[in-house]
């Protein structure tokens, strides 16, 4: 039994297995080590994932979905055509196709993945993720953070060393850093931050500003003012996907050139762009977003208690540090360079392998490790205080600070503060603010903590003891006991906005396995259909009438997902075209 490591990224996913020991990566069907994460659903409900849709992406954008990632955790709601999903859904979409592909690969079912995400990533990002994986039909056996999965492997890489190595990982959609002491077998996180909203695609942006401005200084108007909204959807996603192919060039070349043919029709001429910019005006325009990279890494390292030059390796992954200048700032600031014998685009799923074959056992005797994280926010509640003789609510009461080590729990008592007080409303806030209503609040308010049958008693008598924890998945339970009578309340905080219930992700379980069933009935049946249509156009009226029915019969029982009706439509259809050839 296999253990999948995924690495589900925001522009790209991987995954690997450990084989005799040693993590491999896994191939898809188009023989690639990484799968774009993109999704599209096309009008007669073929699913495609991967290369194939990112080539497609600027012809038909409303048909595709990229950057999924960063919605995860929030309700926002992802139109594809006709059809809405929930950002797990889409994730979902993407770990079915890897795990389709992995089992094509290793000839067996796969069942239980770990599956990555930033080490940055809340409690709501977490969970939404864990429901991808179960809508996609695998248990996940953990959730684990992006930059300890690549010191993973490269702590399996470099056994015996002892040092403090950083892991900074600038990805597509977000950037970690994290600090980990490598001792022997054990690799501990010290610390970790990081941005949920800084990556590769932002500089994409920037530069799709920077074609915008030259643009509109040429030809006086704004590029994408004019036309039809969907031909300013397409003219945005050719930009768009032309922008990254010119900032990956700018990381080997001096120069890149932005050339789009004929990309817009303006009063009644089409338009070409060909703009040329230079590396040097590159770095100009993204320096100041990738300065702020080095604040995070401050802060990581200010929380490790470590300074600079206690930092014996960099480690650098994630697409986007190929970029020079990425380089040239963390170098600066470590004043050493960053190690090159590790594959940006794989460590984190290799890490992610290795992971799985902890728990299977499955690693050698000499290769065994021993993994701590932390914590990545600060947790607590909110109470009352009396300043200047006045009650004053919504301060913040830690009862985790970020980066401890995980597992962890926390309990402290609370007393009632009115006469009577029968019911206490639980706050759950992370960040790190002095006012709690500052920080993130993580409950939904409909449903609020409530510790109630508090026996009626003078203010201050009643206490209630409240327990907060981070599981090993960063995951948070939380646990509140009225001392006085013992009664407890204990939940996964899992009515959070935005994440699906247990009866949805049921129903989207049986949506996603229905919606692939269709999509392989649609291309597989999709020969058949195009040649009727051929014969159809050359044949007599009233036999080119014939044809469409059966062509209706056929997309119909596609449509209901019924394998024995397809079949026997298929055939109906291939002996009417006989017959007329005939
Ligand atoms: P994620 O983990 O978020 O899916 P990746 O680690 O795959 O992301 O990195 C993807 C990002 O890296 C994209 O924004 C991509 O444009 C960028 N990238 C990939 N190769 C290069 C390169 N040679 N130069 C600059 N950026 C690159
Ligand atoms: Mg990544």
């Given at each position: 039994?296999?253990?999948?490591?995924?690495?589900?990224g925001?522009?790209?996913?991987?995954?690997?297995?450990v084989?005799?020991g040693?993590?491999?990566m896994?191939?898809?069907?188009?023989?690639?080590?990484?799968?774009p994460?993109?999704?599209?659903?096309?009008?007669?409900g073929?699913?495609?994932?991967?290369?194939?849709?990112?080539?497609?992406?600027s012809?038909?954008?409303?048909?595709?979905?990229?950057?999924?990632?960063?919605?995860?955790?929030?309700d926002?709601?992802?139109?594809?055509?006709?059809?809405?999903?929930?950002?797990?859904?889409?994730?979902?979409?993407?770990?079915?196709?890897?795990?389709?592909?992995?089992?094509?690969f290793?000839?067996?079912?796969?069942?239980?993945?770990?599956?990555?995400?930033?080490?940055?990533f809340?409690?709501?990002?977490?969970?939404?993720?864990?429901?991808?994986?179960?809508i996609?039909?695998?248990?996940?056996?953990?959730?684990?953070?992006e930059?300890?999965?690549?010191?993973?492997?490269?702590?399996?890489?470099?056994?015996?060393?002892?040092?403090?190595?950083?892991?900074?990982?600038?990805?597509?959609?977000?950037?970690?850093?994290?600090?980990?002491?490598?001792?022997?077998?054990?690799?501990?996180?010290?610390?970790?931050?990081?941005?949920?909203?800084?990556?590769?695609?932002?500089?994409?942006?920037?530069?799709?500003?920077?074609?915008?401005?030259?643009?509109?200084?040429?030809?006086?108007?704004?590029l994408?003012?004019?036309?039809?909204?969907?031909?300013?959807?397409?003219?945005?996603?050719?930009v768009?996907?032309?922008?990254?192919?010119?900032?990956?060039?700018l990381?080997?070349?001096?120069?890149?050139t932005?050339?789009?043919?004929?990309?817009?029709?303006?009063e009644?001429?089409?338009?070409?762009l060909?703009?040329?910019?230079?590396?040097?005006?590159f770095?100009?325009?993204?320096?100041?977003?990738l300065?702020e990279?080095?604040?995070?890494?401050?802060?990581?390292?200010?929380?490790?208690?470590?300074?600079?030059?206690?930092?014996?390796?960099?480690?650098?992954?994630?697409?986007?540090?190929?970029?020079?200048?990425?380089?040239?700032?963390?170098?600066?600031?470590?004043e050493?360079?960053?190690?090159?014998?590790i594959?940006?685009?794989?460590?984190?799923?290799?890490?992610?392998?290795?992971?799985?074959?902890?728990?299977?056992?499955?690693?050698?005797?000499?290769?065994?490790l021993?993994?701590?994280?932390?914590?990545?926010?600060?947790?607590?509640?909110?109470?009352l205080?009396?300043?200047?003789?006045k009650?004053?609510?919504?301060?913040?009461?830690?009862?985790?600070?970020?980066?401890?080590?995980?597992?962890?729990?926390?309990?402290?008592?609370?007393?009632?503060?009115?006469d009577?007080?029968?019911?206490?409303?639980?706050?759950?806030?992370?960040?790190?603010?002095?006012?709690?209503?500052?920080?993130?609040?993580?409950?939904?308010?409909?449903?609020?903590?409530?510790v109630d049958?508090?026996?009626?008693?003078?203010?201050?008598?009643?206490k209630v003891?409240?327990?907060?924890?981070?599981?090993?998945?960063?995951?948070i339970?939380?646990?509140?006991?009225?001392l006085?009578?013992g009664?407890t309340?204990?939940?996964?905080?899992?009515a959070?906005?935005?994440i699906?219930?247990?009866?949805?992700?049921?129903e989207a379980?049986?949506e996603?396995?229905?919606d692939?069933?269709?999509?392989?009935?649609?291309?597989e049946?999709?020969?058949?259909?195009?040649?009727a249509?051929?014969?159809?156009?050359?044949?007599?009226?009233?036999?080119?009438v014939?044809?469409e029915?059966a062509?209706?019969?056929?997309?119909?029982?596609?449509?209901e997902?019924?394998?024995?009706?397809?079949?026997?439509?298929?055939?109906a259809?291939?002996?009417?075209?006989?017959?007329?050839?005939e």
């Open positions: 039994m296999t253990i999948l490591g995924i690495d589900l925001t522009t790209n996913s991987a995954m690997a297995y084989k005799n040693q993590p491999e896994i191939v898809n069907s188009r023989g690639e080590r990484t799968t994460s993109v999704f599209q659903k096309n009008i007669n073929e699913l495609v994932v991967g290369s194939v849709a990112k080539n497609q992406y012809s038909l954008p409303e048909q595709t979905v990229l950057e999924i990632k960063r919605k995860m955790g929030t926002e709601k992802i139109t594809v055509g006709e059809t809405s999903f929930t950002p797990e859904q889409i994730s979902a979409h993407f770990l079915k196709y890897l795990k389709q592909a992995a089992e094509d290793l000839g067996e079912k796969i069942t239980e993945a770990v599956i990555t995400v930033p080490a940055y809340s409690d709501a990002q977490r969970k939404a993720t864990k429901i991808a994986g179960e996609a039909g695998l248990k996940v056996e953990r959730i684990l953070n930059p300890t999965a690549a010191a993973i492997a490269y702590g399996l890489d470099h056994p015996d060393s002892e040092k403090n190595i950083i892991v900074y990982d600038l990805g597509g959609g977000t950037f970690d850093i994290s600090v980990v002491r490598l001792d022997k077998n054990l690799i501990e996180v010290k610390a970790s931050a990081g941005d949920n909203h800084l990556g590769g695609m932002d500089l994409d942006r920037l530069l799709v500003d920077w074609v915008a401005e030259q643009f509109a200084e040429q030809y006086d108007v704004p994408f003012s004019f036309g039809e909204a969907s031909e300013i959807t397409q003219r945005h996603a050719r768009k996907l032309e922008a990254e192919n010119v900032k990956k060039s990381s080997s070349e001096l120069s890149a932005f050339n789009l043919p004929f990309l817009a029709v303006y009644g001429k089409p338009i070409s060909d703009y040329t910019i230079t590396r040097a005006e770095e100009d325009i993204v320096r100041s977003l300065e990279t080095l604040v995070h890494v401050d802060k990581a390292i200010h929380d490790a208690k470590l300074a600079p030059d206690a930092i014996d390796d960099i480690i650098l992954i994630g697409g986007a540090t190929r970029i020079p200048l990425v380089q040239k700032l963390v170098e600066a600031k470590f050493r360079m960053a190690k090159k014998d594959n940006p685009d794989e460590a984190v799923a290799l890490g992610a392998a290795i992971q799985g074959a902890m728990k299977e056992d499955s690693l050698s005797e000499e290769s065994s021993m993994v701590i994280d932390v914590c990545p926010y600060t947790l607590g509640t909110d109470v205080r009396i300043v200047d003789g009650r004053q609510s919504g301060y913040f009461d830690i009862l985790i600070r970020r980066n401890e080590p995980l597992p962890v729990t926390a309990k402290k008592i609370y007393n009632t503060v009115n009577n007080q029968t019911t206490i409303d639980i706050g759950v806030y992370q960040g790190d603010d002095e006012d709690a209503r500052v920080n993130d609040d993580l409950r939904i308010t409909e449903t609020p903590l409530i049958e508090i026996p009626e008693n003078a203010a201050g008598k009643e003891e409240i327990m907060f924890r981070y599981d090993v998945n960063g995951l339970q939380i646990e509140a006991t009225v006085s009578t009664r309340i204990s939940q996964v905080l899992d959070q906005r935005g699906m219930s247990a009866r949805q992700v049921k379980k049986l996603l396995f229905d692939w069933e269709k999509s392989k009935l649609a291309s049946m999709k020969g058949v259909i195009r040649r249509k051929k014969v159809r156009r050359n044949a007599e009226p009233q036999q080119a014939q044809i029915e062509i209706q019969q056929l997309e119909y029982a596609i449509q997902t019924d394998v024995e009706l397809v079949k026997a439509r298929e055939e259809l291939l002996d009417l075209l006989m017959e007329i050839i």
